[in-house]
């Protein structure tokens, strides 16, 4: 079975380049091909509406060269003009590029069985072409799981609209996905401020993407090495039961 990922936005996109290193030095995932090709490729697809962002999250990981979607002006953090887009000419094609390139990833799997969609709930890429695109995905393939892994933002966040755009990707999540997976912005921030004294983004992408590997790699064991209790508040993943 195989799995196919589609990053989004710049969030999702650097995530996306952390949790790839990290899986493409796993021997399991190279020997199993569920998220890489017999060939040596990921099975993804990287989108965003400027090129910069993309194309240097996409820089030494072993992707197909169309699996590169982007456009030449971002979104705004709005989420009406990310899930509409912008109608002018070479502007109207991501929606349409997207859902090609990803046609064809499945095409290429033995045995497809669900779409992994990685983003945020805030930028105006992530929260509505994230939306969009998992609309299109379970329109398309509505017997296939569809699972979302976002972000969400910290309580002080810079755009005035990250409230705004959480709430209306949320909704568009339980009406479309199978499963989301929350990261919260602040937990992880908070996580690595007691280990070091100055946090990047890198380290926070790192961080958000190691623990996605705890969550789709396969493993020998289950047996944690402390047994600590772990509040109900704390848990990440949840399933949206319509």
């Not at 003009?81 to 002018?88: E, I, N, S, V």
Request: aromatic share 6%; net charge positive.
């Amino acid at each position: 079975m195989s799995a196919v990922f589609l990053h989004v936005g710049q969030c999702g996109n650097q995530i996306g380049k952390a949790f790839w290193k990290k899986t493409s030095q796993d021997k399991a995932v190279h020997e199993g091909h569920t998220f890489i090709h017999p060939d040596g490729k990921h099975r993804s697809v990287h989108v965003d509406s400027e090129p910069k962002v993309v194309q240097k999250a996409c820089k030494g990981l072993k992707i197909r060269d169309g699996s590169i979607v982007s456009g030449k002006r971002g979104r705004g953090t709005n989420w009406a003009l990310g899930y509409h887009g912008l109608m002018k000419s070479g502007e109207d094609h991501i929606l349409e590029d997207t859902a090609n390139q990803v046609r064809k990833e499945i095409e290429r799997c033995d045995m497809y069985s669900g779409c992994i969609v990685m983003h945020s709930l805030t930028g105006g890429t992530g929260s509505g072409l994230g939306s969009r695109l998992c609309e299109a995905m379970r329109e398309e393939y509505p017997m296939k799981h569809l699972i979302s892994c976002t972000v969400a933002p910290c309580l002080t966040g810079e755009s005035p609209l990250q409230n705004y755009n959480a709430l209306l990707t949320l909704s568009y999540l339980q009406r479309n996905t199978d499963c989301v997976v929350l990261t919260y912005n602040d937990d992880v921030l908070g996580k690595l401020q007691r280990k070091m004294e100055s946090v990047s983004f890198d380290a926070m992408n790192t961080s958000i993407a190691s623990a996605l590997c705890g969550v789709f790699l396969p493993t020998d064991t289950m047996t944690p090495k402390r047994l600590d209790y772990i509040p109900l508040h704390k848990v990440t993943m949840f399933l949206l039961i319509p």
